[in-house]
Every structure is written in C-alpha cells, then in structure tokens.
C-alpha cells in the first residue's frame, strides 16, 4: 500500500517539476508573441494572458514606419552569406585535414586546438573592426559575415571526426579511377558527409541571426545594415520606449520567428549536432 | 582530442612529402580557411599583446608605457575586481543551478513517456534564441512596475508591493536566472546523451540484486556519467564567464555595478556606449585587462582539470 502512495506521490513530484520547466522555458517567448499583438496598454497594465483586441498593426507599424522589412531582409542576407561560408570552408578544410598529412598540418591543428581555450572575449572585435575598415569592407554586410563566420576551428574538428569514419578506401579507389584530391572532396566526401554538414550549416545560421555583440559594433552609425537582433534591442533605449511596449515584443517576435520556424523543421539535427559537437570536442 | 594527435595511418594516400606541387590542391582548398584563421583569431590576439604595453585611446597616438597598464589593473582599479568577484558568483551560481535542474530533467526525460520528445524540444528551445532579444523580453516581464512577473505576484498575492527585480541587491541573482534560462537546454542533451551511454544491463543486473532507484541513481547513474559531468561543467564554465550579451541589455552592468562582469567591463573600454562608465575609450588599458581576465579563465580551468583528476583518482 505505502508502495504505491510513494510512486503516485513521486509520479505527482515529477510532472510538477517538470510543468515549473515547461512554463519557465516557454513564458518568455508566449509573453513575446502574445504581447506583440496586444495594445501597449493592456500590455504596461498587465491586463489578461491573451489578448483583447488582436493588434494586427503592431506589426504593420513595425515594418512600415520602423523599416523592419530592410532589417529583417538584413538578417536573412548576413545569414545566408555565414552558412554558405560556413559550409565551404569548414568541410573543405576538415576533409583535407582528416585525410592528408601536409608540412603546415601539424602547425595548424596545434594553434586550433591552443585558441579555442583562449578567451578574450568581445576584445578582438575592435582590431578586427579596423582592420576591416582599412580593407574598406565595414560599408556592407559581406565584411560583417566574414568576421561572424572567423576561424571556424570548432566546425572543422566536426567534420575531421565525420570525415575520418567515412572508409578511405573510397578514396583510394577513386583515386585509381584518376579523380584529383578536390574531385574526392566534391564528388565522394560531401555527398558522404551530409549529416555533419547539415550540422555545421544549422549551427552557423543560428550564430549568424543571434548574433549581436559583433554585428552592433559593426553597424554603429550605419542603421540600414543593421540586422534585427541589434534593430530590436536598438528600440529599448529610443525616446518614448516606455510607450513602445508593443512595438518591443512584435520586433522580438519577427526577430525569433523564423528560427523558430527552422527549428520545429530541425530540432533532430539541432540536438544530434550538439552531441556530437560535445564528444568530440 | 587524444586521437588527434596520433598519426592516422588511413589518412595518408601518398601524399607525404612531395613538394608543393603535389599538395597544390590542398593547400588550395584550406587557403580561405587559414586566411581567416590568421585575420580573425590570429590577429587579434597579437593586436592586444602588443598594445597591452600601450596607451592608447581614440585621439592620441599610442605611447609605450611598459607594464603601468598592469600596475594600475593590480593596484589603482579596484572596480574591475568588483566586476571579477562579481564575475565568478554568476558563474558558480549559473552552474549550481543549471547543473542540478539539468540533470534531474534528463533524467525524467531519459525513460520514455508521451510527450517526453516534445518536452526535450521545448526545454532545448531557449538555446536557439537570440540571447539579447530575449533578454529584452525579460527586461519587460521583470519591469518593476508594468512587468508581467510583478503584477502576476500581486494577483496570487504572494508580494503586497512590487519588486525591483534588477535593483542594486537583486540584478546579479536576477541575471543569473536569465543565464539559467538560455543554459539549461544545452546541458540537459549533454546529459541525455550520457545517460544513454550507460549500458543498460548495468541496471538490470542490480534490479536483480533488488537495488532500489535511489541507489541506482546514486551508485550506478552519477559515477556512470563523471566522464560526460566533466566535461559539461567545462563547458559551462568557458561559456558562462563569457556571457554579456544577455547583462548587456538586461542591466548594462547596473545599477552601480551590481551585475557588471569583467567582460563587461573590458567590452566598455572600446566601446564605451553605456552611460555607467567613463566616456572615452581606453585601448590600451582594455588589452592589458582582456589579458588578465583571459588568465583567470586559463588558472580556472587548470585548477579545474586537476581537481577532476583528484576525483578520478577517487572512484
């Protein structure tokens, strides 16, 4: 009898735990998403969970007057430009070191591994910031996306892992066949390493449209290539912010939609990916 | 990363040693990515241990001043030590809390129920988002006054008048809780992952012992997953000591340095936009600083590493 009082009273501890995580992870966005469609009335007083009117306009006010279109559009290019770099180089460059041994591979692998446990912080986006001033490419979002996409030291380690468990007898053989070292890659290692590239390729798009720190000090002075992270937090300190509560939660709902969105369609990759990353890293 | 460095016999397709010309094709290929490996994390680095040595600021040229950049930082700033304390109760209390609450979901979530995938992907949801959008979103629910926290507490009565949750006394707690919130997700799959590494016979032949889950739990799933338990608390700690984003637009630091990290702190020294600080950039200084704070991070992680070897040593 006292067994199973124990298990209902366990059974009932658990599902409240994790009903407290369910609510505490997901509050903040459902206040996001319903308060972009309240008025910034109800939304200061704290009037009711839903909404009374369904405020449609908060969002139409956003992207006419606000020029959510143009940052929004920002975001995406930033975004498609980091992933494409992403995918080219850290799957070129994983597979050449997980199957080659060149003079300048040992060199390389040691100052990878070195950088990633060294921290400075937010700190190199300054000299990064004037150098790409020098090479004239602060004006644009092309120079942005270099910097975001960096060293990419953490991608190609996945990759090399990936690459290493694909047989080389692939390789050798389609190297009788006369296929060069870049025919290899193009027509044997990519198709092959699909999965771990969709990895790198998720992960990079979600750095790119999160990111903030470096996309703000790159954009500082130049409001039409801002990207929506660093347009919807701008709207915090703007006059009447106090006001604009509305405005505020529909530019932070544009902003989490659409990874949102490739989240629901991913979440599989998303979570395998982190694994990965971890075990091998 | 042991294999790494041994040589992969497989890997080598007769390519050793042959000159420039035969690894034409792979020097091509890794060439973008070696470009910009040397102009974003090689050059940077070299930029702040040189002016590390420099005063330097947006109107004068840079004057070589020797190690006054670290005599001050030891001596003469006893803010950025606020800011480093500071620094390491977000961390430590980040991961007292993340660790344990991601545990126990992973191991709730780890036996299968119906809704317990949906529930894996809305735990890992925050992790995708935008920390600094969503710290905005916090900054609103927290608002002492229209925030959506307070007014529910006044309703269920449980607070009579309203709490400044990012005042002087509670920022720190309170953006330690935000950190939480973006964290827990990552952790909880580490530990899914490393709850599935334990083979499950282990459990079955203490079931047969007549082992009940406590023990279990105690005697056979933690001493299981030490490996994966290390290697997320490194992880936490290398990201945790680097979270400003979300302080960024929560506090900016605030009020009077009550949630100021040394992150923080070095970040407004180039880019001194926030009304909390002096307003004039001090390169120099910053480099000097980003240095000291890169060597704390360095000492953290050594200590850390050996005192997980001691532990090791225990089991």
């Known amino acids: 009898m006292t067994k199973y ?10 599902f409240v735990f994790l009903g407290i995580i369910l609510l505490f992870t997901i509050y903040p966005v459902v206040y996001a998403v319903l308060g972009s469609l309240k008025t910034n009335m109800q939304l200061v007083l704290g009037d009711g ?32 430009m980091c992933t494409s770099f992403a995918l080219v180089i850290s799957s070129m460059t994983g597979y050449c070191m997980a199957r080659y041994d060149f003079p300048l591979k040992r060199i390389l692998n040691t100052l990878y591994l070195a950088l990633m446990f060294v921290s400075l912080g937010s700190v190199t986006i300054y000299p990064v910031y004037m150098m790409m001033n020098s090479f004239g490419l602060t004006n644009n979002l092309l120079g942005l996306a270099l910097v975001i996409t960096g060293g990419q030291a953490t991608n190609i380690f996945l990759v090399r892992g990936f690459v290493r468990s694909i047989p080389a007898e692939l390789d050798e053989s389609a190297k009788l066949d006369g296929c060069s070292k870049f025919g290899i890659y193009w027509h044997i290692m990519l198709p092959l390493s699909r999965p771990i590239i969709a990895v790198v390729g998720l992960f990079a798009f979600r750095g790119a ?8 000090v790159f954009t500082i002075g130049r409001k039409s290539l801002q990207p929506l992270t660093v347009a919807v937090v701008s ?29 629901v369609l991913t979440n599989k990759q998303f979570i395998s990916g982190l694994t990965a990353g971890a075990i091998k890293g | 990363m042991q294999t790494s460095m041994k040589p992969n016999m497989r890997s080598r397709i007769g390519t050793v040693g042959k000159g420039f010309k035969e690894n034409k094709q792979i020097y091509l290929m890794i060439l973008p990515n070696v470009i910009m490996f040397a102009l974003f994390s090689i050059y940077p680095i070299g930029w702040v241990l040189k002016y590390m040595f420099y005063q330097y600021d947006k109107i004068n040229d840079p004057i ?6 670290f005599v001050r930082i030891f001596t003469r700033d ?5 800011t480093v304390t500071n620094t390491f109760y977000y961390v430590g209390g980040k ?15 780890n036996k299968k129920f119906f809704g317990s995938r949906l529930m894996q992907s809305i735990v890992f949801m925050p992790t995708i988002m935008s920390a600094s959008v969503m710290a905005l979103i916090f900054y609103l629910i927290l608002n002492p006054y229209s925030g959506a926290l307070n007014t529910a507490m006044m309703k269920m009565n449980l607070i009579s008048v309203p709490i400044n949750w990012l005042s002087y006394y509670n920022a720190l707690d309170t953006v330690i809780i935000v950190g939480v919130w973006g964290a827990i997700g990552n952790y909880m799959v580490y530990f899914l992952a490393g709850l599935q590494s334990v083979p499950e016979d282990i459990y079955e032949s203490a079931e047969l012992d007549g082992i009940g889950p406590v023990r279990k739990m105690f005697c056979i799933t933690i001493p299981m997953m030490t490996p994966v ?19 960024m637009v929560l506090t900016e630091g605030g009020p009077n340095g009550a949630s100021d990290v040394m992150f923080l702190y070095v970040y407004r020294m180039f880019f001194p936009i926030s009304a909390t600080t002096a307003s004039t950039s001090q390169f120099g200084y910053g480099a000097a600083l980003s240095v000291v704070c890169a060597s704390l991070i360095g000492a953290v992680t050594i200590l850390y590493l050996r005192a997980t070897r001691k532990v090791d040593d225990m089991f």
């Open chain 1, 5 to 14: 009082f124990s298990k209902g009273i366990g059974f009932i501890l658990k």
């Open chain 1, 49 to 80: 969970f839903l909404p009374k009117t369904w405020e449609f306009k908060n969002y139409v006010y956003a992207f006419k007057k606000l020029n959510f279109f143009q940052y929004t559009y920002n975001s995406f290019v930033l975004c498609i």
């Open chain 1, 209 to 216: 449209w999160n990111d903030y720190i470096t996309s703000m």
């Open chain 1, 235 to 263: 709207l915090r300190y703007s006059v009447n912010a106090a006001a604009e509560w509305h405005i505020m939660t529909a530019g932070a709902t544009i902003a989490i939609i659409p990874i949102l969105i490739v989240y």
């Open chain 2, 64 to 69: 070589f001043i020797g190690l006054d950049n």
């Open chain 2, 78 to 82: 006893p803010y950025f030590w606020k």
């Open chain 2, 95 to 109: 991961l007292l809390i993340t660790l344990p609450v991601a545990f126990v979901i992973a191991v709730l979530l």
């Open chain 2, 229 to 247: 338990l290390k290697t997320v608390v490194m992880l936490v700690l290398i990201s945790s000591f680097q979270d400003i984003q979300s302080i």
